[in-house]
Nanobody
Framework: QVQLVESGGGSVQAGGSLRLSCAAS?????MAWFRQPPGKERERVAT????????YYDDSVKGRFTLSQNNAKNTMYLQMNSLKLEDTAMYYC?????????????????WGQGTQVTVSS
């Protein structure tokens, strides 16, 4: 069983920065950040595989967002820089304990409650 708790969302002007945190309990194979803009489907932002620490980003956030973990691997962060209006969404932390794909929302069995990020002009 994995429990996830996100924090760090808020409102920021375009070009600004925010850092999201996800506190995780229990072991996992991979973790990810997803987001769901208003009226749209949930989309993957970034994934980290805990064996090895490989990280993958969606093209829309490459160079602007950075996923990291603390040394104990029980907290995951998403540093978001150069925020754009289109980054406005509810952001979710997700975890999977099953080996295999960690790309799609259906790959993950555990989700946090979400934290809102709003970018304004």
């Amino acid at each position: 069983q994995v429990q996830l708790v996100e924090s760090g969302g808020g409102s920021v002007q375009a070009g600004g920065s925010l850092r999201l945190s996800c506190a995780a309990s229990g072991d996992n194979y991979c973790m990810a950040w997803f987001r769901q803009p208003p009226g749209k489907e949930r989309e993957r932002v970034a994934t980290i595989y805990n064996p090895g620490g490989s990280i993958y980003y969606d093209d829309s956030v490459k160079g602007r967002f950075t996923l990291s973990q603390n040394n104990a691997k029980n907290t995951m962060y998403l540093q978001m820089n150069s925020l754009k209006l289109e980054d406005t969404a509810m952001y979710y932390c997700a975890a999977s304990t099953r080996r295999g794909s960690c790309r799609w929302a259906s790959d993950f069995g555990y989700w946090g409650q979400g934290t809102q990020v709003t970018v304004s002009s």
